[in-house]
C-alpha cells in the first residue's frame, strides 16, 4: 500500500519541522520527518498539539489515550497497534521537544535515541551479546541513561520518576542477569527460587520501560508454579461446591500456606508488569495465562482466595485493551459480564473498566456494536446508586460503547428502564467529591482517554459565552441574555421592577421571533440578578406570576432603546416613547433654532415651531404613563470551574445519543433546562450546543 500524503504543508507545520530538525541535531538524536503508519504519512505537528491539548505525556498515558490520538489519520482496521505506535513515535521524536518547548525543564535523550548509540555490555558480561531488531529495545531489557559518573549519586525513585523519558537506575537487567533469573527460578534450592522471586517482585514494581520479550520464557515458568495449587484448590474446590457446602482450609498447614504465598507472588509479579504497555500483548495472548486468571477470577468474592482474585481482576482489567474477542460467548466477556451481577464492589468496578477498555479495539466492535436488555438494567442500577466512583465507570461504559459502530445507543434508549435523557441532562450539574481540580477538562475524566475529549484552550480565557453586543442576531437564550444586560442593572433594596414590564418589553421586540416563555425568561433574568427567596416563591407559586415585583435591579440610563429615534440633523438618540421624543425636540432643538432641520426639511418656523413639528407627526400625541427605568447587567454570576467526572462523561454520552434522530423527542422536555446549563457551565457548553444543534423535531 503506497502511504497517503495527508500532511497539510503550512508555513505553520515547515517551521516546526525545520525548528525541530534544529532540537534533535543539537541533542545528536534521530529524526524521521514524516513516519508511516497503515499506510498514512504522520503529522507530527498534529500529533504534538493534540497531546499537549490532553495534558502532555503523561497525561495521555495515564488515560489511556493514545488511540484516539491518532484518530484523526483513519487508520484502517488492521491497524490494531495504532496506539502503541503512535506512543513510540511521540518517544522518539517529540518528548524531548515537549519536556523542554512546554514544561521548561531540561531534556537528556535516552541513549538508544542517539545516533551513534552502542547497545551496552553488562557490567560483567558472560555472552556476547547478539545483534537485535532496533525496534525492540532489548539490547538490555532496562535501560538506563549513558551517564556513568553519576551512577553513584541516583537521587530517590519518586523523585526520578516525575520526569519522563528518563529511567530510573534500578536492577539492571542485562544478558547475565536474565541467565541467571532463568537458573534459579528452574533450580531445586529454595534459597535460588525466594531470591529470584524478592527481586522479580521490586524489579516489576520499579522498572518502567522492561519488555517481557526479553525473557520470553518467563510467563511460563511462573505459571509452573501456580499448577499444584491450582489443582488441588482452586479446580478442585469449585468442582467440590457445586456437591457440598464445605471446602478445605488453606490455612490448615505451613506447606499450603506458603503454596498460596507464591501463588500471590507470581500474579504479583504479572500483575505488575501488566501495568507496562509494551507487556500488555504478550500478556492478553498468553492462552494459558488467560485460563488461570479466569479461574482466579470467578472464585466467590468471600473465599479464602480474595486476594488472588483481585490480582487477577487488575490483570485481566490492564490487558484489556489488546484482548480480541471472536464473539460475545468468548470467555472474557463472558466472565466480565457474569461478575456485573455480582455483590462485590471491588469485581463491579473492576469488570466495568474491562469491558470498558475491550471496545477501545477497533477489532471489537462488531461483537460489541449492540445492547445486552439485561446488562442495560445492571447499568441503570448503578446510575441511581449514591457512589461517584461507581457511576462514573458506569457512564464512562455507556460513552464507550455509544461511540462504536452499530445499534448500541438505540438498544440502549429502548431497553432502558427509565428516563435516561432527563437522568444525564441532571448529572451535568453534578459536584465532584472524588475528581481532583485540573488544568484541562481532558485530565478531570475518571479514565476516559484524553484526546477523546475536544480542544481544550489555554490561557487565561473568558468564559465561553459569545459576544451579546449584537444580540439581536443570537439564537435564545443567548439573545435574551444580550437584551438584559443592556436593559438592566444590578440596584440596591429600593430598586425594584414589575416582572411584567421588562417580560412586556421582551416580548413586544422580539414576539415574532420566537422568544423565550415567561418561565424560561424568568430563569435568565434570575441568573443574572439573583432574587430573593420571596420572589422566587412568588413566582413559582403566585397565580399571577407577572405581577411579581423584582428587587435589586433598575432600568440602565444608558441602555438602548427600542422606542422612537429623533431624526434632527446630528443626533440619533432613541426614547421608550414619543412623549419623551417631543420633550427633547422642544428643549434640545427647536428652542433658539429659526429653522426645522428635522430630517431633511430645511422650512422656516416663521415663529410657530410647534405647529410646525407636528406636521412631521401623524395622529394626536397621547398621554402616556411614565415607564420604570430598565437596567444593565455588570456582571453574570457563572460556574467556570472545570468539569470533571460525572457531568463532563454526561454531556458526550448525551452527545453521542443525539446523533439518532429517534431520540430527539426525548430531549425535548430539557432542551430549555439544557440551553440554561449551557449558560451557568461554560465548560460543558459546547457539548450542550452540539447537542442542542442536532435537534430535528
Given at each position: 500500500m503506497s502511504a497517503v500524503p495527508a500532511i497539510?504543508?503550512?508555513?505553520?507545520?515547515?517551521?516546526?519541522?525545520?525548528?525541530?530538525?534544529?532540537?534533535?541535531?543539537?541533542?545528536?538524536?534521530?529524526?524521521?520527518?514524516?513516519?508511516?503508519?497503515?499506510?498514512?504519512?504522520?503529522?507530527?505537528?498534529?500529533?504534538?498539539?493534540?497531546?499537549?491539548?490532553?495534558?502532555?505525556?503523561?497525561?495521555?498515558?495515564?488515560?489511556?489515550?493514545?488511540?484516539?490520538?491518532?484518530?484523526?489519520?483513519?487508520?484502517?482496521?488492521?491497524?490494531?497497534?495504532?496506539?502503541?505506535?503512535?506512543?513510540?513515535?511521540?518517544?522518539?521524536?517529540?518528548?524531548?521537544?515537549?519536556?523542554?518547548?512546554?514544561?521548561?525543564?531540561?531534556?537528556?535523550?535516552?541513549?538508544?535515541?542517539?545516533?551513534?548509540?552502542?547497545?551496552?555490555?553488562?557490567?560483567?558480561?558472560?555472552?556476547?551479546?547478539?545483534?537485535?531488531?532496533?525496534?525492540?529495545?532489548?539490547?538490555?531489557?532496562?535501560?538506563?541513561?549513558?551517564?556513568?559518573?553519576?551512577?553513584?549519586?541516583?537521587?530517590?525513585?519518586?523523585?526520578?520518576?516525575?520526569?519522563?523519558?528518563?529511567?530510573?537506575?534500578?536492577?539492571?537487567?542485562?544478558?547475565?542477569?536474565?541467565?541467571?533469573?532463568?537458573?534459579?527460578?528452574?533450580?531445586?534450592?529454595?534459597?535460588?527460587?525466594?531470591?529470584?522471586?524478592?527481586?522479580?517482585?521490586?524489579?516489576?514494581?520499579?522498572?518502567?520501560?522492561?519488555?517481557?520479550?526479553?525473557?520470553?520464557?518467563?510467563?511460563?515458568?511462573?505459571?509452573?508454579?501456580?499448577?499444584?495449587?491450582?489443582?488441588?484448590?482452586?479446580?478442585?474446590?469449585?468442582?467440590?461446591?457445586?456437591?457440598?457446602?464445605?471446602?478445605?482450609?488453606?490455612?490448615?498447614?505451613?506447606?499450603?500456606?506458603?503454596?498460596?504465598?507464591?501463588?500471590?507472588?507470581?500474579?504479583?509479579?504479572?500483575?505488575?508488569?501488566?501495568?507496562?504497555?509494551?507487556?500488555?500483548?504478550?500478556?492478553?495472548?498468553?492462552?494459558?495465562?488467560?485460563?488461570?486468571?479466569?479461574?482466579?477470577?470467578?472464585?466467590?468474592?468471600?473465599?479464602?482466595?480474595?486476594?488472588?482474585?483481585?490480582?487477577?481482576?487488575?490483570?485481566?482489567?490492564?490487558?484489556?485493551?489488546?484482548?480480541?474477542?471472536?464473539?460475545?460467548?468468548?470467555?472474557?466477556?463472558?466472565?466480565?459480564?457474569?461478575?456485573?451481577?455480582?455483590?462485590?464492589?471491588?469485581?463491579?468496578?473492576?469488570?466495568?473498566?474491562?469491558?470498558?477498555?475491550?471496545?477501545?479495539?477497533?477489532?471489537?466492535?462488531?461483537?460489541?456494536?449492540?445492547?445486552?436488555?439485561?446488562?442495560?438494567?445492571?447499568?441503570?442500577?448503578?446510575?441511581?446508586?449514591?457512589?461517584?466512583?461507581?457511576?462514573?465507570?458506569?457512564?464512562?461504559?455507556?460513552?464507550?460503547?455509544?461511540?462504536?459502530?452499530?445499534?448500541?445507543?438505540?438498544?440502549?434508549?429502548?431497553?432502558?428502564?427509565?428516563?435516561?435523557?432527563?437522568?444525564?441532562?441532571?448529572?451535568?450539574?453534578?459536584?465532584?467529591?472524588?475528581?481532583?481540580?485540573?488544568?484541562?477538562?481532558?485530565?478531570?475524566?475518571?479514565?476516559?482517554?484524553?484526546?477523546?475529549?475536544?480542544?481544550?484552550?489555554?490561557?487565561?480565557?473568558?468564559?465561553?459565552?459569545?459576544?451579546?453586543?449584537?444580540?439581536?442576531?443570537?439564537?435564545?437564550?443567548?439573545?435574551?441574555?444580550?437584551?438584559?444586560?443592556?436593559?438592566?442593572?444590578?440596584?440596591?433594596?429600593?430598586d425594584i421592577i414589575v416582572l411584567k414590564d421588562?417580560?412586556?418589553?421582551?416580548?413586544?421586540?422580539?414576539?415574532?421571533?420566537?422568544?423565550?416563555?415567561?418561565?424560561?425568561?424568568?430563569?435568565?433574568?434570575?441568573?443574572?440578578?439573583?432574587?430573593?427567596?420571596?420572589?422566587?416563591?412568588?413566582?413559582?407559586?403566585?397565580?399571577?406570576?407577572?405581577?411579581?415585583?423584582?428587587?435589586?435591579?433598575?432600568?440602565?440610563?444608558?441602555?438602548?432603546?427600542?422606542?422612537?429615534?429623533?431624526?434632527?440633523?446630528?443626533?440619533?438618540?432613541?426614547?421608550?416613547?414619543?412623549?419623551?421624543?417631543?420633550?427633547?425636540?422642544?428643549?434640545?432643538?427647536?428652542?433658539?433654532?429659526?429653522?426645522?432641520?428635522?430630517?431633511?426639511?430645511?422650512?422656516?418656523?416663521?415663529?410657530?415651531?410647534?405647529?410646525?413639528?407636528?406636521?412631521?407627526?401623524?395622529?394626536?400625541?397621547?398621554?402616556?404613563?411614565?415607564?420604570?427605568?430598565?437596567?444593565?447587567?455588570?456582571?453574570?454570576?457563572?460556574?467556570?470551574?472545570?468539569?470533571?467526572?460525572?457531568?463532563?462523561?454526561?454531556?458526550?454520552?448525551?452527545?453521542?445519543?443525539?446523533?439518532?434522530?429517534?431520540?430527539?423527542?426525548?430531549?425535548?422536555?430539557?432542551?430549555?433546562?439544557?440551553?440554561?446549563?449551557?449558560?451557568?457551565?461554560?465548560?460543558?457548553?459546547?457539548?450542550?450546543?452540539?447537542?442542542?444543534?442536532?435537534?430535528?423535531?
Amino acid at each position: 500500500m503506497s502511504a497517503v500524503p495527508a500532511i497539510e504543508r503550512t508555513a505553520e507545520y515547515e517551521k516546526f519541522i525545520n525548528d525541530l530538525k534544529k532540537f534533535h541535531d543539537q541533542k545528536g538524536t534521530v529524526l524521521q520527518t514524516e513516519p508511516v503508519l497503515g499506510g498514512k504519512r504522520l503529522d507530527l505537528l498534529k500529533i504534538y498539539k493534540t497531546v499537549i491539548e490532553a495534558g502532555g505525556y503523561e497525561k495521555v498515558t495515564l488515560n489511556r489515550g493514545w488511540k484516539q490520538v491518532g484518530d484523526p489519520f483513519n487508520f484502517p482496521v488492521t491497524c490494531t497497534n495504532s496506539a502503541y505506535s503512535i506512543k513510540s513515535f511521540y518517544t522518539k521524536y517529540l518528548l524531548g521537544w515537549e519536556e523542554e518547548h512546554y514544561w521548561k525543564r531540561p531534556w537528556n535523550p535516552p541513549p538508544e535515541l542517539l545516533i551513534n548509540y552502542q547497545k551496552a555490555a553488562s557490567p560483567a558480561p558472560v555472552h556476547q551479546q547478539q545483534p537485535r531488531e532496533v525496534n525492540r529495545q532489548t539490547g538490555t531489557a532496562f535501560i538506563q541513561p549513558n551517564r556513568p559518573s553519576q551512577q553513584q549519586s541516583y537521587q530517590p525513585l519518586p523523585t526520578l520518576q516525575q520526569q519522563p523519558g528518563f529511567y530510573p537506575p534500578t536492577i539492571f537487567m542485562d544478558q547475565e542477569f536474565r541467565t541467571r533469573i532463568l537458573l534459579s527460578l528452574q533450580s531445586s534450592l529454595p534459597n535460588e527460587v525466594d531470591w529470584a522471586f524478592n527481586t522479580l517482585i521490586k524489579f516489576s514494581f520499579a522498572s518502567e520501560n522492561f519488555c517481557l520479550d526479553f525473557i520470553p520464557t518467563l510467563i511460563d515458568l511462573l505459571l509452573d508454579f501456580t499448577v499444584d495449587f491450582f489443582q488441588t484448590h482452586i479446580e478442585y474446590n469449585s468442582i467440590k461446591s457445586s456437591t457440598t457446602a464445605t471446602t478445605t482450609d488453606l490455612f490448615c498447614s505451613k506447606s499450603d500456606q506458603e503454596a498460596y504465598e507464591r501463588v500471590l507472588q507470581v500474579f504479583h509479579i504479572l500483575r505488575n508488569f501488566s501495568f507496562l504497555e509494551m507487556n500488555i500483548r504478550r500478556l492478553a495472548l498468553h492462552d494459558r495465562l488467560r485460563y488461570m486468571l479466569m479461574k482466579g477470577i470467578m472464585l466467590p468474592p468471600s473465599s479464602q482466595f480474595g486476594e488472588l482474585s483481585r490480582h487477577c481482576l487488575d490483570i485481566l482489567e490492564n490487558i484489556a485493551p489488546q484482548v480480541s474477542l471472536i464473539s460475545r460467548d468468548d470467555p472474557y466477556f463472558t466472565t466480565m459480564t457474569q461478575l456485573l451481577f455480582s455483590n462485590d464492589r471491588a469485581f463491579i468496578l473492576g469488570a466495568i473498566r474491562a469491558l470498558t477498555r475491550v471496545a477501545v479495539t477497533e477489532t471489537n466492535e462488531r461483537v460489541l456494536g449492540f445492547a445486552d436488555p439485561l446488562v442495560v438494567q445492571r447499568m441503570a442500577q448503578f446510575l441511581i446508586i449514591d457512589d461517584e466512583e461507581l457511576e462514573a465507570a458506569t457512564l464512562e461504559y455507556l460513552y464507550q460503547y455509544s461511540s462504536l459502530r452499530g445499534n448500541f445507543s438505540t438498544d440502549l434508549v429502548k431497553c432502558y428502564p427509565g428516563n435516561l435523557i432527563g437522568l444525564l441532562t441532571g448529572f451535568l450539574s453534578y459536584k465532584s467529591s472524588l475528581a481532583p481540580p485540573s488544568s484541562t477538562a481532558i485530565g478531570t475524566l475518571h479514565g476516559i482517554p484524553a484526546a477523546q475529549m475536544i480542544r481544550v484552550e489555554t490561557g487565561n480565557e473568558q468564559p465561553s459565552i459569545p459576544d451579546l453586543t449584537n444580540y439581536s442576531n443570537l439564537d435564545e437564550p443567548y439573545r435574551c441574555l444580550g437584551w438584559l444586560k443592556d436593559q438592566l442593572l444590578s440596584g440596591s433594596e429600593e430598586d425594584i421592577i414589575v416582572l411584567k414590564d421588562i417580560f412586556n418589553d421582551y416580548q413586544k421586540l422580539f414576539g415574532s421571533e420566537k422568544p423565550l416563555g415567561m418561565k424560561e425568561f424568568y430563569t435568565v433574568l434570575k441568573i443574572a440578578f439573583p432574587q430573593p427567596p420571596a420572589v422566587e416563591e412568588s413566582v413559582t407559586n403566585s397565580a399571577t406570576p407577572l405581577e411579581t415585583v423584582l428587587q435589586n435591579v433598575r432600568y440602565s440610563p444608558t441602555r438602548r432603546r427600542d422606542g422612537p429615534i429623533c431624526h434632527w440633523q446630528g443626533c440619533n438618540e432613541s426614547f421608550d416613547s414619543t412623549i419623551e421624543l417631543h420633550k427633547h425636540i422642544i428643549q434640545h432643538h427647536v428652542q433658539g433654532s429659526e429653522r426645522c432641520e428635522w430630517m431633511q426639511c430645511k422650512k422656516e418656523f416663521e415663529g410657530k415651531p410647534i405647529q410646525h413639528m407636528r406636521t412631521h407627526f401623524a395622529g394626536k400625541i397621547k398621554k402616556q404613563q411614565n415607564k420604570l427605568k430598565a437596567f444593565t447587567i455588570t456582571k453574570i454570576p457563572i460556574d467556570d470551574s472545570e468539569v470533571s467526572g460525572i457531568p463532563l462523561t454526561s454531556a458526550l454520552l448525551l452527545r453521542n445519543l443525539a446523533r439518532y434522530k429517534q431520540h430527539h423527542t426525548l430531549y425535548l422536555p430539557y432542551e430549555s433546562e439544557l440551553t440554561l446549563l449551557a449558560i451557568q457551565r461554560p465548560k460543558v457548553s459546547k457539548y450542550i450546543l452540539t447537542v442542542l444543534g442536532d435537534l430535528q423535531v
